[in-house]
């Protein structure tokens, strides 16, 4: 599976911006059971989880922290995920990753970053206060 992550740049605090994450392989045998979504990490800190949908049944979870301001959705004909953030804040500021895992949301959630299946290579998010 490759994941290519675009839409990422600068914005003022307030402002909203729209990831998208390109998903391609596994053409033979589709997506599902698999959950895809985003973590982001700051500089000099850990990776972090923000949002995860499942392929199939798009259902959501999202991290406390972007609640009401971050909404996740996917197009399966488009093979994309995105990630519409809103009023952004300072503290958002990171490279936001796709990621992609096979297993539910819980697992995804929660499970160490460096097991996680395929990454994509990561898009830079910077808001200005």
């Known amino acids: 599976v490759q994941l290519v992550e675009s839409g990422g740049g600068l914005v003022q605090t307030g402002g909203s911006l729209r990831l998208s994450c390109a998903v391609s392989g596994h053409s033979y045998s589709g997506y599902g059971g698999y959950a895809m979504g985003w973590f982001r990490q700051a500089p000099g800190k850990d990776r972090e989880f923000v949002s995860a949908?499942?392929?199939?049944?798009?259902?959501?979870s999202l991290a406390d922290s972007v609640k009401g301001r971050f909404t996740i959705s996917r197009d399966n004909a488009q093979n994309t995920v995105y990630l519409q953030m809103n009023s952004l804040k300072p503290e958002d500021t990171a490279i936001y990753y796709c990621?992609?895992?096979?297993?539910?949301?819980?697992?995804?959630?929660?499970?160490?970053?460096?097991?996680?299946?395929?990454w994509g290579q990561g898009t830079q998010v910077t808001v200005s206060s």
């Open positions: 949908i499942t392929w199939y049944g798009g259902r959501t």
């Open positions: 990621a992609a895992n096979f297993g539910g949301l819980e697992y995804f959630r929660t499970r160490d970053t460096k097991e996680i299946d395929y």
